[in-house]
């Protein structure tokens, strides 16, 4: 008739976030060589040559003191003595370069396929989080939004006494706890440093909380409230202002008395 508009109460689509945990879980073992003082590495190479270094000394100290010749074999022996001293330090110091190129090696190994699946897990829960706030944001828009329903847009009155958030509305826009939990492995006491046991704690409190999202009032829940605030209630009456226009946009007068 005459001055009056007819609106289609449309069906309201709407997503619900994921609330399945994420489990981060820990890294490989670290295997830490047992380093050993260079003194005990070199020095069975230097005690078994001295033996032979004092025998030949002493035989060139005797054949110089009964007036003998040189004895060329003698000192052959000496520089022999020396020679294996010196190629037993150099093994030794090879075996050395050997082990430390190993274990950088084995880190290596240990270290780029779980960084790699960090970052997996990281994107994983970072598409979880960002998908959250948009449907959070899409789900509970903001009073001026609501101000702006007409009978064409399928928006205006589209809550129903079914929906699980019936009467929840936004109050603004702050931090939340994410609604997945993360679970990581908990610290445990070792002897040796490790970098990657870190990582799945500082994943976790990057993603604890969800920031400017809606933040929103169940008012099925709490079903008496009071609202305060503010100079000269300014705020209390800025708040009522904001809950009964998204009241009175989303829910019909049928459903919902003002």
């Known amino acids: 008739?005459?001055?009056?508009?007819?609106?289609?109460?449309?069906?309201?689509?709407?997503?619900?976030?994921?609330?399945?945990?994420?489990?981060?879980?820990?890294?490989?073992?670290?295997?830490?060589?047992?380093?050993?003082?260079?003194?005990?590495?070199?020095?069975?190479?230097?005690?078994?040559?001295?033996?032979?270094?004092?025998?030949?000394?002493?035989?060139?100290?005797?054949?110089?003191?009964?007036?003998?010749?040189?004895?060329?074999?003698?000192?052959?022996?000496?520089?022999?003595?020396?020679?294996?001293?010196?190629?037993?330090?150099?093994?030794?110091?090879?075996?050395?370069?050997q082990q430390k190129k190993e274990e950088k090696a084995q880190e290596d190994y240990r270290f780029k396929p779980h960084s790699q699946y960090l970052l997996e897990k990281t994107e994983e829960i970072k598409e979880k989080y960002e998908e959250t706030t948009r449907m959070l944001s899409e789900r509970y828009p903001s009073a001026e939004m609501c101000l702006g329903y007409d009978e064409k847009g399928g928006t205006l009155w589209n809550r129903n006494r079914s929906h699980e958030d019936f009467l929840t509305h936004r109050l603004g826009v702050g931090n939340i706890p994410f609604q997945i939990p993360i679970e990581v492995p908990k610290r445990r006491f070792t002897l040796t440093k490790d970098e990657l046991e870190g990582k799945p704690d500082f994943i976790k409190k990057n993603y604890e909380s969800l920031y400017d999202v809606p933040v929103t009032l169940d008012l099925l829940e709490h079903s008496l409230i009071g609202v305060v605030g503010g100079e000269g209630k300014t705020g209390a009456i800025n708040a009522a202002a904001v809950l009964s226009a998204q009241i009175a946009a989303g829910n019909c007068y049928t459903d919902v008395k003002l």
């Not at 670290?30 to 032979?52: C, D, E, H, R």
């Not at 110089?64 to 037993?88: K, P, Q, R």
């Open 1 to 97: 008739s005459e001055g009056k508009t007819l609106c289609h109460r449309a069906p309201r689509s709407y997503e619900t976030p994921d609330t399945e945990g994420a489990e981060i879980e820990a890294p490989p073992t670290l295997n830490k060589m047992k380093q050993q003082p260079l003194y005990m590495v070199i020095g069975p190479s230097v005690t078994m040559a001295l033996p032979m270094l004092l025998g030949c000394a002493m035989m060139v100290y005797a054949t110089s003191s009964s007036g003998g010749g040189s004895a060329l074999y003698m000192y052959s022996g000496l520089v022999m003595s020396l020679s294996s001293a010196l190629i037993g330090i150099m093994w030794a110091l090879t075996n050395i370069r």
